[in-house]
C-alpha cells in the first residue's frame, strides 16, 4: 500500500513538474527557417487547351488559354511549438496541458519573422483567359487501330463534321483528336465507340 | 465507454488532430513505362519535359503488361506502353494514344555473317530446329536463343507477328527485353529479337533483313507501336505530358532515333 502510495506520488511529482513543460520547451528551442506558401497568381502562358463539344451530332471547337499557377514562397524564421506528448500527458489529470501547449503554440507563431519572399510554381496549370471559338484550325483525327489518320479544317463557325466519319465502320473503338498548331499537335479529345457495341 | 477506453479515444483523436496531412504531390506526374520505351527515349527527355513545362515526371520501368497493370490499379496515372490495349482494356476506362511506331529486329552478335534470312529460317531459328549458324549460311557457331521473358511487350509481339504457328524456344531468358540485346553484344553465335530503336545504340550487334526486307523499308511487317495510356481522357498535367510527345522537337527526336511519329 505503502508503495503504491510513494508510486502515486512520485507519478504525481512528475506530472507537477511537467505543468509548463510544453511552452518552456519552446521557448529555449532554437529558431527554425521553413519556407510557407503565401497567395497564388498567374504566371507564363504555357498552352491553348482546346474542347472539342457535341451537341446534336455538331461538334464545335473551342479554345481556352492554360498558364502556369504561381504561388508566393516565403522564408521565415521560427520556433517549432515543442513537448506535445508531454502536454497529451498532462491533459487527462489537469486539463491544463491544453494550455501549455495553446501558450507553446502562441509563443512559437509570435517569434515567425520574415526573412524573404519568391515567387515560384505551384505545380497546376489554371485557365488565363476567355473560351473562345476555334475557326480554320486544322484537325487530326487518329484511328489507332488502323492506323490511319484524317484531316480536317473547322469552319467559321469552329464547327466540324464528323457524323459521316464516325459511321463508317472500323474495328477502332476510340478515336484520338487532336489539332496541329504551328507543327505542334495538341490533344483534344478521345471520342469512345466502346459502349455502342 | 469505460473511463480507460474514454481516455484512449481522446489521445487518439488529439492525435489524429496533431497529424500533419497527406503530402500531396503536385504538378508530378506519376508514370509507369515499359523498358524498351524507356530505354529508346532515355533520361534525356524526362530532363528535357521539366526544364520545358516546368512539371515532373516520376518514372518507374517495368514491362508493357505491368505497366498498364500498375495504371488500371490506381498505383500511376500514366503507362508507356509497347502493348495495344484490349477491348475490354478500353471499355474498363483505358484510353491509348499511340505515339510511334518501331521495326521489331532479329539481331545477332557480330561475327554473324549472314544479312538476310527467310522468314522460315527466322521461325525454324527461334524455333530451335536450326542449331548451326552454319546451316543458312553462316560460321561454324551453335545458336545460342536468348528472349526476353514472356511477359513483356517484345516477346508477345514477335510471337503474335513473326513466329506463325511455331513454339519459341530459348537458351537464356532476359528479365527486360534491353537486357536480351545486351546479353546477345556478349555471347556468340547468340540469337534475339528487339525493338530498332534500342539496338541501334550498340555498335557490336547485326540486325538482318527479313524475306529482303530491310527494317528501315517502309513495308517491313514487324512493328511496334508505343502509346502513352490513360485513366479515362487525358487532362491537366498528363495532358502536358501528351503535348510534350507530340510536340516537334520531340518528333524530330523520334526520327533522328528511327522511330516512327504516328501523329505528323
Keep these: 500500500m505503502q508503495l503504491k502510495k510513494i508510486i502515486s506520488l512520485i507519478c504525481l511529482a512528475g506530472l507537477l513538474f511537467a505543468m509548463g513543460c510544453a511552452s518552456g520547451l519552446t521557448m529555449v528551442a532554437p529558431r527554425v527557417e521553413e519556407i510557407t506558401e503565401g497567395e497564388k497568381g498567374m504566371g507564363d502562358r504555357i498552352n491553348v487547351v482546346y474542347m472539342l463539344e457535341e451537341e446534336k451530332g455538331i461538334y464545335t471547337l473551342t479554345r481556352q488559354p492554360y498558364c502556369k499557377e504561381t504561388v508566393e514562397k516565403i522564408q521565415v524564421s521560427r520556433k517549432r511549438p515543442r513537448g506535445f506528448i508531454i502536454a497529451l500527458c498532462e491533459l487527462p489529470l489537469y486539463g491544463l496541458g491544453a494550455v501549455d501547449y495553446l501558450v507553446a503554440k502562441i509563443y512559437a507563431n509570435a517569434s515567425e519573422e520574415e526573412m524573404g519572399r519568391l515567387i515560384g510554381n505551384s505545380g497546376k496549370i489554371i485557365p488565363c483567359g476567355e473560351v473562345e471559338p476555334a475557326a480554320h484550325e486544322e484537325i487530326l483525327l487518329q484511328f489507332p487501330d488502323s492506323e490511319r489518320i484524317k484531316r480536317l479544317l473547322t469552319d467559321n463557325k469552329a464547327t466540324l463534321q464528323l457524323e459521316e466519319l464516325l459511321k463508317e465502320k472500323g474495328q477502332d473503338l476510340q478515336i484520338n483528336v487532336f489539332v496541329k498548331k504551328e507543327n505542334n499537335i495538341l490533344y483534344i479529345k478521345t471520342i469512345d465507340k466502346t459502349f455502342h457495341f | ?264
Design chain 2, 1 to 264: 465507454m469505460t473511463t480507460p477506453k474514454k481516455a484512449l479515444f481522446v489521445l487518439l483523436t488529439a492525435l489524429a488532430c496533431a497529424l500533419p496531412p497527406a503530402v500531396l504531390a503536385q504538378g508530378v506526374v506519376n508514370a509507369s513505362c515499359s523498358s524498351q520505351i524507356a530505354e529508346a527515349f532515355g533520361r534525356v527527355v524526362l530532363d528535357d519535359f521539366k526544364k520545358t513545362t516546368g512539371l515532373g515526371v516520376t518514372l518507374h520501368v517495368f514491362s508493357s503488361q505491368i505497366s498498364v497493370n500498375r495504371l488500371k490499379n490506381g498505383f500511376c496515372e500514366l503507362a508507356a506502353s509497347a502493348l495495344k490495349l484490349s477491348p475490354e482494356d478500353k471499355k474498363s476506362g483505358l484510353v491509348a494514344i499511340p505515339i510511334c511506331k518501331d521495326p521489331m529486329v532479329v539481331i545477332a552478335c557480330k561475327e554473324i555473317t549472314v544479312s538476310n534470312l527467310s522468314l522460315t529460317e527466322v521461325r525454324r531459328l527461334f524455333s530451335g530446329h536450326i542449331t548451326n549458324w552454319k546451316e543458312v549460311g553462316g560460321p561454324d557457331l551453335p545458336v545460342r536463343i536468348i528472349t526476353p521473358i514472356q511477359e513483356t511487350a517484345a516477346y508477345v509481339n514477335f510471337v503474335r507477328q513473326a513466329m506463325g504457328a511455331s513454339q519459341m524456344k530459348f537458351d537464356y531468358q532476359a528479365a527486360k527485353a534491353s537486357t536480351a540485346v545486351e546479353a546477345v553484344s556478349h555471347i556468340p553465335g547468340a540469337i534475339s529479337f528487339a525493338t530498332r530503336s534500342v539496338v541501334s545504340k550498340y555498335s557490336n550487334i547485326k540486325t538482318f533483313s527479313v524475306d529482303g526486307m530491310k527494317p528501315t523499308s517502309k513495308k517491313y511487317p514487324y512493328m511496334q507501336t508505343f502509346s502513352l495510356i490513360t485513366r479515362g481522357q487525358p487532362s491537366g498535367v498528363i495532358r502536358e505530358v501528351l503535348n510534350y510527345s507530340l510536340s516537334e522537337k520531340v518528333r524530330e527526336n523520334m526520327k533522328h532515333l528511327g522511330l516512327t511519329p504516328l501523329v505528323d
